[in-house]
């Protein structure tokens, strides 16, 4: 198993990861040169790409603010990436000091290795804890989720995919495995999603994101694909959309400065929160 990991982690250090772009993005110092040269090349391609990060973390951070508001005090978050600003136990501390049980699943190892750091550093084990684990794994997950002890099915639940579902093509079907963890959520529980999405009149924007996403297939752990509103909208099926519903992400329930606030369609993502009814 050791000589396993090791593979995994030099496997990890030497290819372009998803996880790592996106701390680069943000302003992170959890990358590598090979994935900053990655990153910018696809600024040169698309330069919204580094605000397309920052407004979707800010997403993330309304979201988990909105749950805490609605009584929820338990999060899942799906495809967590590199610890940066803005995590979720850190908003979820700060909107309900001391209450919140946070479960970070992420499957690169380094992301995983910094996560546990971060949380010895700064946050309470007891009530925070990182797996190393596959958004594919379905119920070996969702059983390993429930082995922390920190996630009571009897009380409602935020299950967090954010900035996750365009690395996985049609082929993987996100979809059934999304809704497998949703079925796992007792009434009143949350999923909060966020997805690349190009405006189809955009056609400039289509042909480089077009670009973007082949450099990511050819280069990075995770292939990267827009999606289509309706598709979007489909991992949504079954739940009650909160107000304002599957919006630009800058739109969803906007608070302080966005950096597409005055041209939301610049974020090219759509976001949503679903609640279980």
């Known amino acids: 198993m050791a000589a396993d990991n090791t593979d995994r982690l030099a496997d990890s250090v030497n290819k372009v990861s998803v996880g790592r772009v996106y701390d680069y993005l943000l302003g992170g110092v959890h990358n590598y040169a090979v994935d900053q040269a990655f990153a910018e090349e696809q600024l040169r391609i698309l330069p919204d790409i580094r605000d397309f990060a920052r407004s979707n973390r800010a997403f993330l951070g309304r979201a988990v603010r909105f749950a805490v508001s609605e009584g929820v005090r ?21 909107a309900a000091p001391g209450q919140c049980r946070v479960v970070y699943i992420d499957n690169e190892p380094i992301a995983q290795a910094h996560a546990e750091i971060l ?6 084990p007891r009530r925070h804890r990182a797996l190393d684990a596959d958004f594919f794994d379905g119920a070996l997950l969702w059983q390993r989720v429930l082995d922390t002890g920190l996630i009571d099915t009897r ?13 996985m093509p049609p082929q993987t079907q996100p979809q059934q495995l999304l809704s497998f963890y949703v079925g796992k959520l007792p009434k009143g529980s949350l999923l909060a999603l966020s997805h690349i999405h190009v405006d189809p ?21 995770n292939p990267a694909m827009p999606r289509s509103r309706e598709d979007i909208a489909a991992f949504f099926d079954g739940l009650e959309l909160v107000d304002p519903g599957l919006v630009w992400l800058p739109e969803w329930r906007p608070a302080g400065q966005d950096p597409f606030g005055k041209d939301p369609r610049r974020s090219r993502g759509l976001a949503a929160v679903g609640r279980k009814v």
Request: hydrophobic letters at 45%; proline letters at 3%; one cysteine or more.
């Open 74 to 94: 338990q999060f899942v978050d799906i495809g967590s990436g590199l610890p940066t600003q803005g995590n979720v136990h850190e908003v979820a501390d700060e």
């Open 119 to 124: 949380l010895e550093q700064t946050a309470d």
């Open 155 to 167: 009380e409602p639940v935020c299950l967090l995919a954010v900035a996750l579902l365009h690395f």
């Open 201 to 221: 009149e955009d056609a400039a924007t289509l042909a480089a994101s077009e670009k973007v996403s082949a450099s990511y297939r050819a280069k990075a752990n």
